[in-house]
Structures are given as C-alpha cells and as structure tokens.
C-alpha cells in the first residue's frame, strides 16, 4: 500500500488534478481522496480543525507579540 488513508487505511485514490504554471515551469498537482466519502469527510473536517487551531494559536501569538511591544513603547 503506498498512500493509506489516514483514517481507516484504506488506498487512496486520485482525486482532482491540475496542472499549473510558476515561471517558465509547469506543475501538475494531483489530490488524493479516500474511496469511502464519510471516511473522506472526517479527514476533511480533521483538516479543518487542525487549520483553525494553528490560525488561532498564530493570532494568540501576533497579539501577544504586539502588547510586549506596546508595554515596551509605553517604557
């Protein structure tokens, strides 16, 4: 098995692909799904949660960062 779902381990299957342009080289890009769609939901929505929490923690961190400089301007 070379790319096993992450949920229930089952293959994976090509999903969507696309080809695009970055300079004067062309990429192609293939996106993988699990063949079983509740499976495919729950990885989905782990993925969305995980994006959340990392988006979350940055703007935790960037507030934090900007009241230290704020506390050390008022110095």
């Keep these: 098995m070379l790319n096993p779902c992450v949920q229930c381990g089952k293959e994976r299957i090509d999903g ?3 080809k695009e342009k970055n ?7 293939t996106s993988t799904i699990c063949p079983d769609s509740d499976c495919q939901k729950l990885v989905e929505k782990a993925i969305e949660d995980r ?3 990392a988006e979350i923690l940055l703007q935790k961190k960037l507030n934090a960062k900007a009241s230290k400089e704020k506390e050390f301007a008022q110095s």
């Design 23 to 29: 300079g004067s080289s062309v990429i192609e890009h």
């Design 51 to 53: 994006k959340m929490k």
């Design 16 to 18: 969507k692909s696309w």
